[in-house]
């Protein structure tokens, strides 16, 4: 499943990399702290956090996560923006919490298997 | 003699980068240019994957508590050798340290996701080997290895 397909599933709002919608996102990971998420995550992994600092895009970069959801409508830090246009990591916003909005996911991507 | 380990002798390739302590605006930006040079090598996935993770974690290190320090990469055949050294306060008690959990990180260090006491562990368990030794007050010392089964030739 691509993140387009999920963005629009879920309505959530694009913020950066429109042009990424044909990332292919083949797991999720949720979580706040950077070295758990550093740790544990794979590659084509959608990522669920509400960290906005400029941080998160390094290690999407890194980590080459399709994609970030940032929850609760939290809006990314301006660098952290301006960081993600440059290296084309997608930033999209959900106004759900967390344990919805990963629930939700889940789901969707068992249901493409 | 295996003539694999003399190609790795006669192709050593060297880098070296610096680290600013404190700034968090370029935090991961040595990681990010180390993986792309290990993938433009061609090494394996799963060699770039852990050397990317332990280089990222000791980055973060000295931006978060060191004054400055310098990344010194090795490539060879069979290893990638990423030395890490700092300026700074040093460890005092590294067993205490190495604990997952453990973390002296400040407020401003864990708003940003920091300071789960996660780093050093993760080094540890990602690395083929890894020394740390660090003196109070100057500085600490890590040595990580990450073995590449694959043998990569024409680096
Ligand atoms: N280069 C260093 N110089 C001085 N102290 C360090 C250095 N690296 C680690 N430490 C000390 O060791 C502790 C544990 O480090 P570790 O990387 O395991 O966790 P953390 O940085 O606190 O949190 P995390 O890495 O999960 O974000 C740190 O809190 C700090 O006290
Ligand atoms: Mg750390």
Redesign the pocket.
């Known amino acids: 499943m691509d993140i387009g397909t999920i963005a629009k599933e879920l309505n959530l709002k694009v913020i950066s990399a429109s042009d990424k919608m044909k990332n292919i996102v083949t797991g999720g990971y949720t979580g706040d702290?950077?070295?758990?998420v550093m740790a544990n995550s794979h590659e084509g992994d959608i990522w669920i956090t509400r960290q906005v600092h400029q941080n998160i895009v390094a290690i999407a970069t890194l980590k080459e996560h399709a994609g970030i959801i940032l929850v609760n409508s939290c809006e990314p830090a301006k660098n952290t923006l301006e960081k993600a246009i440059a290296e084309k990591v997608p930033i999209l916003v959900s106004d759900l919490p967390v344990f919805e909005l990963t629930g939700k996911i889940y789901n969707l991507l068992a249901a493409a298997k | 003699m295996n003539p694999a380990v003399n190609k790795s002798e006669d192709t050593l390739n060297k880098y070296s980068f610096n680290i600013e302590g404190g700034n968090f605006n370029d935090a991961g930006t040595v990681s990010t240019r180390i993986k792309s040079i290990l993938k433009q090598k061609g090494l394996p996935n799963d060699v770039v994957r852990k050397s990317a993770i332990v280089c990222y974690?000791?980055e973060?290190?000295?931006v978060?508590?060191?004054r400055k320090?310098t990344v010194n990469l090795t490539i060879t055949a069979e290893t990638v050798e990423i030395e890490?050294i700092?300026e700074?306060?040093?460890?005092p008690d590294?067993e205490?340290?190495?604990?997952?959990g453990?973390?002296?990180?400040n407020q401003q260090?864990r708003e940003m996701?920091?300071?789960?006491?996660?780093?050093?562990?993760?080094?540890n368990s990602y690395s083929d080997k890894f020394d740390i030794t660090?003196e109070v007050n100057k500085?600490?010392f890590?040595k990580m290895i990450i073995n590449n089964p694959q043998s990569t030739k024409d680096l």
């Open positions: 702290l950077l070295s758990d | 974690e000791a973060i290190n000295i978060s508590y060191a320090g890490v700092d700074g306060p040093g460890i590294i205490q340290a190495m604990e997952q453990y973390s002296t990180a260090i996701g920091f300071g789960a006491g996660m780093g050093l562990h993760n080094i660090s500085g600490t890590l």
